[in-house]
Protein backbone atom coordinates (compact mmCIF):
# COMPACT_ATOMS: atom_id res chain seq x y z
CA UNK A 1 0.00 0.00 0.00
CA UNK A 2 1.85 3.56 -1.04
CA UNK A 3 0.24 4.92 2.22
CA UNK A 4 1.42 2.11 4.79
CA UNK A 5 4.44 3.75 7.50
CA UNK A 6 6.19 1.70 9.45
CA UNK A 7 6.54 2.39 13.58
CA UNK A 8 9.31 1.42 15.63
CA UNK A 9 8.82 -1.17 18.70
CA UNK A 10 11.27 -0.24 21.81
CA UNK A 11 12.74 -3.68 20.97
CA UNK A 12 13.37 -3.02 17.49
CA UNK A 13 10.59 -4.49 16.08
CA UNK A 14 8.93 -2.55 12.75
CA UNK A 15 4.75 -2.22 12.98
CA UNK A 16 3.17 -1.50 9.42
CA UNK A 17 0.75 1.05 9.97
CA UNK A 18 -1.74 3.44 7.82
CA UNK A 19 -3.32 6.38 9.28
CA UNK A 20 -5.58 8.90 8.03
CA UNK A 21 -5.95 12.38 10.64
CA UNK A 22 -9.43 13.83 11.05
CA UNK A 23 -11.71 14.63 13.67
CA UNK A 24 -12.20 12.17 16.49
CA UNK A 25 -13.50 9.96 17.83
CA UNK A 26 -10.11 7.95 16.04
CA UNK A 27 -11.23 4.71 14.85
CA UNK A 28 -9.15 1.95 15.26
CA UNK A 29 -9.99 -1.22 13.26
CA UNK A 30 -8.26 -4.87 14.58
CA UNK A 31 -8.03 -7.32 11.87
CA UNK A 32 -8.41 -11.32 12.50
CA UNK A 33 -6.05 -14.01 13.36
CA UNK A 34 -3.92 -14.64 10.06
CA UNK A 35 -5.14 -11.31 8.67
CA UNK A 36 -3.84 -7.82 8.10
CA UNK A 37 -4.96 -4.23 7.33
CA UNK A 38 -4.85 -4.74 3.60
CA UNK A 39 -8.44 -7.03 3.82
CA UNK A 40 -11.44 -6.02 2.79
CA UNK A 41 -13.40 -4.38 5.91
CA UNK A 42 -10.14 -2.73 6.96
CA UNK A 43 -10.15 -1.21 3.48
CA UNK A 44 -13.65 -0.26 3.82
CA UNK A 45 -13.32 1.03 6.85
CA UNK A 46 -10.45 3.34 6.14
CA UNK A 47 -12.17 4.73 2.83
CA UNK A 48 -15.38 5.59 4.51
CA UNK A 49 -12.87 7.22 7.64
CA UNK A 50 -10.99 9.45 5.54
CA UNK A 51 -14.05 10.76 2.99
CA UNK A 52 -15.74 11.70 6.32
CA UNK A 53 -12.58 13.47 7.33
CA UNK A 54 -12.18 11.14 10.77
CA UNK A 55 -9.67 9.99 12.02
CA UNK A 56 -8.75 6.08 11.13
CA UNK A 57 -5.98 3.74 12.31
CA UNK A 58 -5.19 0.55 10.91
CA UNK A 59 -2.07 -2.14 11.29
CA UNK A 60 -0.58 -4.93 11.22
CA UNK A 61 0.31 -7.09 14.54
CA UNK A 62 4.20 -8.29 14.44
CA UNK A 63 4.68 -11.14 12.30
CA UNK A 64 1.56 -10.48 10.19
CA UNK A 65 1.29 -8.31 6.74
CA UNK A 66 4.18 -6.09 6.20
CA UNK A 67 5.26 -5.92 9.93
CA UNK A 68 8.32 -6.94 11.42
CA UNK A 69 8.36 -10.22 13.50
CA UNK A 70 8.08 -14.39 13.29
CA UNK A 71 4.02 -15.09 13.39
CA UNK A 72 4.72 -18.71 15.74
CA UNK A 73 5.92 -16.12 18.32
CA UNK A 74 2.92 -14.26 18.18
CA UNK A 75 -0.03 -13.43 20.93
CA UNK A 76 -2.59 -11.94 21.78
CA UNK A 77 -0.45 -9.94 24.79
CA UNK A 78 2.22 -9.12 22.38
CA UNK A 79 -0.64 -7.35 19.69
CA UNK A 80 -2.06 -5.45 22.52
CA UNK A 81 1.34 -4.05 23.01
CA UNK A 82 1.45 -3.17 19.46
CA UNK A 83 -2.11 -1.34 18.97
CA UNK A 84 -1.72 0.33 22.45
CA UNK A 85 1.91 2.05 21.12
CA UNK A 86 0.34 3.12 17.84
CA UNK A 87 -2.74 4.66 19.39
CA UNK A 88 -0.45 6.36 21.84
CA UNK A 89 1.11 7.60 18.70
CA UNK A 90 -1.41 8.38 16.73
CA UNK A 91 -4.63 8.78 18.63
CA UNK A 92 -4.27 11.13 21.31
CA UNK A 93 -7.91 11.20 22.29
CA UNK A 94 -10.81 9.02 22.67
CA UNK A 95 -10.87 5.61 19.98
CA UNK A 96 -13.38 3.60 18.94
CA UNK A 97 -12.14 0.39 18.33
CA UNK A 98 -13.63 -2.10 15.82
CA UNK A 99 -12.26 -6.00 16.20
CA UNK A 100 -13.13 -8.70 13.54
CA UNK A 101 -13.06 -12.64 14.91
CA UNK A 102 -10.02 -13.02 16.90
CA UNK A 103 -9.77 -8.99 16.62
CA UNK A 104 -12.96 -8.61 18.59
CA UNK A 105 -11.01 -10.51 21.81
CA UNK A 106 -7.78 -7.83 21.38
CA UNK A 107 -10.09 -5.04 20.93
CA UNK A 108 -11.83 -5.86 24.53
CA UNK A 109 -8.30 -6.61 26.21
CA UNK A 110 -6.92 -3.19 24.60
CA UNK A 111 -10.05 -1.10 25.95
CA UNK A 112 -9.96 -2.41 29.12
CA UNK A 113 -5.84 -1.22 28.74
CA UNK A 114 -7.14 2.21 28.40
CA UNK A 115 -8.60 5.00 30.82
CA UNK A 116 -12.43 4.94 30.39
CA UNK A 117 -12.38 8.23 28.81
CA UNK A 118 -10.49 6.93 26.23
CA UNK A 119 -13.17 4.54 25.03
CA UNK A 120 -15.40 6.19 22.96
CA UNK A 121 -16.99 2.68 21.70
CA UNK A 122 -16.53 -0.99 20.43
CA UNK A 123 -17.99 -2.50 17.33
CA UNK A 124 -17.17 -6.41 17.74
CA UNK A 125 -17.50 -8.04 14.23
CA UNK A 126 -17.90 -11.94 14.99
CA UNK A 127 -16.11 -11.18 18.06
CA UNK A 128 -14.10 -14.45 19.26
CA UNK A 129 -12.91 -13.89 22.58
CA UNK A 130 -11.94 -17.23 24.33
CA UNK A 131 -11.10 -19.09 21.54
CA UNK A 132 -8.15 -20.79 22.86
CA UNK A 133 -11.34 -22.29 25.36
CA UNK A 134 -14.11 -23.05 23.45
CA UNK A 135 -12.79 -23.54 20.13
CA UNK A 136 -9.95 -25.70 20.87
CA UNK A 137 -10.78 -29.88 21.81
CA UNK A 138 -9.74 -31.57 24.66
CA UNK A 139 -7.30 -33.01 22.62
CA UNK A 140 -6.00 -30.24 20.95
CA UNK A 141 -5.18 -28.32 24.16
CA UNK A 142 -3.60 -31.33 25.70
CA UNK A 143 -1.00 -31.25 22.62
CA UNK A 144 -0.66 -27.56 23.16
CA UNK A 145 -0.13 -28.09 26.62
CA UNK A 146 2.31 -30.78 25.75
CA UNK A 147 4.42 -27.66 23.67
CA UNK A 148 3.15 -28.85 20.01
CA UNK A 149 1.75 -26.89 17.32
CA UNK A 150 -1.84 -27.54 16.17
CA UNK A 151 -3.11 -27.37 12.67
CA UNK A 152 -6.21 -26.80 11.51
CA UNK A 153 -8.69 -26.85 7.79
CA UNK A 154 -8.53 -23.69 6.37
CA UNK A 155 -11.23 -22.66 4.54
CA UNK A 156 -10.11 -19.48 3.33
CA UNK A 157 -6.66 -21.15 2.15
CA UNK A 158 -4.58 -23.46 0.66
CA UNK A 159 -2.74 -23.85 3.78
CA UNK A 160 -3.71 -25.50 7.41
CA UNK A 161 -4.04 -22.89 10.00
CA UNK A 162 -1.64 -23.39 12.75
CA UNK A 163 -2.00 -22.28 16.50
CA UNK A 164 1.54 -22.50 18.34
CA UNK A 165 1.34 -22.97 21.93
CA UNK A 166 2.55 -19.49 22.99
CA UNK A 167 0.08 -18.02 21.49
CA UNK A 168 -2.83 -20.57 23.16
CA UNK A 169 -1.27 -20.45 26.84
CA UNK A 170 -0.95 -16.43 26.00
CA UNK A 171 -4.99 -16.81 25.54
CA UNK A 172 -5.70 -18.90 28.16
CA UNK A 173 -4.40 -16.22 30.29
CA UNK A 174 -6.11 -13.93 28.75
CA UNK A 175 -10.02 -14.89 28.95
CA UNK A 176 -12.97 -13.10 29.52
CA UNK A 177 -16.19 -14.65 29.57
CA UNK A 178 -16.00 -16.31 32.53
CA UNK A 179 -16.48 -13.02 35.09
CA UNK A 180 -17.73 -9.41 34.46
CA UNK A 181 -16.16 -7.51 31.35
CA UNK A 182 -15.28 -4.12 33.07
CA UNK A 183 -16.25 -2.03 30.02
CA UNK A 184 -18.66 0.84 30.38
CA UNK A 185 -18.53 2.24 26.83
CA UNK A 186 -21.70 1.52 24.23
CA UNK A 187 -21.04 -1.91 22.81
CA UNK A 188 -22.14 -3.12 19.23
CA UNK A 189 -21.53 -6.86 18.46
CA UNK A 190 -22.19 -8.14 14.90
CA UNK A 191 -22.82 -11.61 14.18
CA UNK A 192 -23.80 -13.99 11.34
CA UNK A 193 -26.28 -16.52 12.46
CA UNK A 194 -24.47 -18.81 9.68
CA UNK A 195 -20.80 -18.18 10.97
CA UNK A 196 -19.49 -21.91 10.68
CA UNK A 197 -16.24 -20.51 13.19
CA UNK A 198 -17.84 -18.57 16.01
CA UNK A 199 -20.81 -19.54 16.92
CA UNK A 200 -23.25 -16.46 17.06
CA UNK A 201 -23.90 -17.22 20.66
CA UNK A 202 -20.75 -16.15 21.98
CA UNK A 203 -21.84 -12.59 20.99
CA UNK A 204 -24.89 -13.13 23.10
CA UNK A 205 -22.35 -14.66 26.02
CA UNK A 206 -20.19 -11.42 25.55
CA UNK A 207 -22.99 -9.08 25.98
CA UNK A 208 -24.19 -10.61 28.92
CA UNK A 209 -20.47 -10.27 30.65
CA UNK A 210 -20.05 -6.74 29.64
CA UNK A 211 -20.93 -4.41 32.23
CA UNK A 212 -22.16 -1.70 29.60
CA UNK A 213 -26.14 -0.95 29.81
CA UNK A 214 -25.25 0.33 26.22
CA UNK A 215 -24.91 -3.17 24.61
CA UNK A 216 -26.73 -3.89 21.38
CA UNK A 217 -26.48 -7.79 19.08
CA UNK A 218 -27.20 -7.39 15.45
CA UNK A 219 -27.41 -11.29 14.36
CA UNK A 220 -27.23 -11.91 10.69
CA UNK A 221 -29.54 -14.29 9.74
CA UNK A 222 -27.87 -15.29 6.78
CA UNK A 223 -24.18 -13.83 7.33
CA UNK A 224 -21.02 -15.75 7.17
CA UNK A 225 -17.99 -15.72 9.68
CA UNK A 226 -16.31 -12.78 7.44
CA UNK A 227 -19.30 -10.59 7.11
CA UNK A 228 -17.81 -8.81 3.96
CA UNK A 229 -20.42 -8.50 1.60
CA UNK A 230 -21.68 -5.44 0.41
CA UNK A 231 -24.43 -5.66 2.56
CA UNK A 232 -22.60 -6.53 5.48
CA UNK A 233 -20.02 -3.85 4.52
CA UNK A 234 -22.70 -1.03 4.61
CA UNK A 235 -23.86 -2.05 8.12
CA UNK A 236 -20.49 -2.22 9.52
CA UNK A 237 -20.09 1.42 8.12
CA UNK A 238 -23.89 2.52 9.36
CA UNK A 239 -22.78 0.87 12.79
CA UNK A 240 -19.99 3.15 12.76
CA UNK A 241 -21.95 6.23 11.82
CA UNK A 242 -24.02 5.83 14.13
CA UNK A 243 -21.86 5.39 16.96
CA UNK A 244 -19.38 8.07 16.24
CA UNK A 245 -22.44 10.77 15.99
CA UNK A 246 -24.39 9.88 19.12
CA UNK A 247 -24.57 12.27 21.52
Known amino acids: ?9 PDGRRIAFRFTPGIG ?3 VFLPGYMSDMAGGKASAVFDWARAQGRACLLLDYSGCGESD ?4 TGTLSRWREDVLALIAAHCPGPVLLAGSSMGGWLMLLCALALPAE ?3 GL ?3 APAPDFTDWGTSAEDQARLAAGQTVFADNPYGPDPTPTHPGFWRDGQANR ?5 VALDCPVRLLHGQRDGDVPWEISLRLAAALRSAAVQVTLIKDGDHR ?3 DGDIALLLRTLAELLTAD
Open 176 to 180: LLHGE
Open 118 to 120: RRA
Open 69 to 72: GDFA
Open 227 to 229: LSR
Open 25 to 27: PAV
Open 1 to 9: MSDTRFHAM
Open 123 to 125: IGI
